[in-house]
């Protein structure tokens, strides 16, 4: 049961341009939301949140938007730069952390 | 300010063999969780403990497969008879005070071949 999608497996951007990464989910339980990063061989980074009371939640060149209607939410960066190149990972949880749901993940690949 | 430490990195096994992944928490934090990650594949949620205690185990294989994280020292996932299925990365995570908007952090992973 995939509760969260990402849809797009890649994204090439190039570098100075915006890089939106999308995220779709099923379960209306879910309350909050973040956004890891992750390099090869590395563990997820956490990167971002959000919590269902809100829409938007900005952090330097990151901005994630919630639309709680869609079931939707994405992940901005702007400017893209190359160290950004990563797989991005949407996650959800309801309530508590017990059951936390990843996406497949998004590789962003921004070229220089 | 260690983070959550993983280990080993690399573990190779030939299959029918036990393979044993460690994990200590981050300072402070009591919550910990498995993750595994297969080639071309998103994190899949295994188990979820705290201390002498498995919360949530729903994410985990009913057979060959177990976790624990005892009173003192890490957590440990334990893989019986390993099958050439199992070879993944696995990502332990923790996490303090649960309420709702606790963040996860999550160790380097360690990466099991069974050959």
């Known amino acids: 049961d995939q509760q969260v999608k990402q849809n797009s497996p890649s994204l090439s951007v190039q570098e100075g341009r915006i890089s939106i990464l999308n995220c779709d989910y099923t379960?209306?339980?879910?309350?909050?939301f973040l956004w890891y990063k992750k390099y090869p061989a590395e563990g997820p980074t956490f990167l971002i949140s959000i919590s269902s009371i809100k829409d938007k939640n900005e952090d330097g060149r990151f901005t994630v938007f919630l639309n709680k209607s869609a079931k939707h939410l994405s992940l901005h960066i702007v400017p893209s730069q190359p160290g950004d190149s990563a797989v991005y990972f949407c996650?959800?949880?309801?309530?508590?952390?017990?059951?936390?749901?990843f996406g497949a993940g998004t590789r962003l690949t921004v070229k220089p | 300010n260690a983070g959550v430490m993983q280990n080993p990195r690399h573990l190779v096994r030939r299959r029918g063999q036990e393979a044993r992944l460690r994990c200590s928490p981050m300072?402070?934090?009591?919550?910990v969780y498995w993750y595994r990650q297969l080639p071309e594949e998103g994190l899949k949620f295994m188990v979820y403990l705290q201390k002498e205690n498995i919360i949530d185990e729903s994410g985990m294989p009913k057979e060959r497969f177990s976790a624990e994280f005892p009173k003192e020292g890490p957590s440990i996932l334990r893989i019986q008879q390993v099958v050439r299925g199992d070879s993944a990365a696995y990502f332990c995570a923790s996490s303090g005070i649960i309420n709702s908007g606790n963040t996860i952090y999550f160790g380097e992973g360690s990466w099991l071949t069974v050959v």
């Open positions: 300072k402070g934090h009591s919550h």
């Open positions: 379960n209306s339980m879910f309350d909050y």
């Open positions: 996650a959800a949880s309801a309530g508590n952390n017990n059951d936390m749901r």
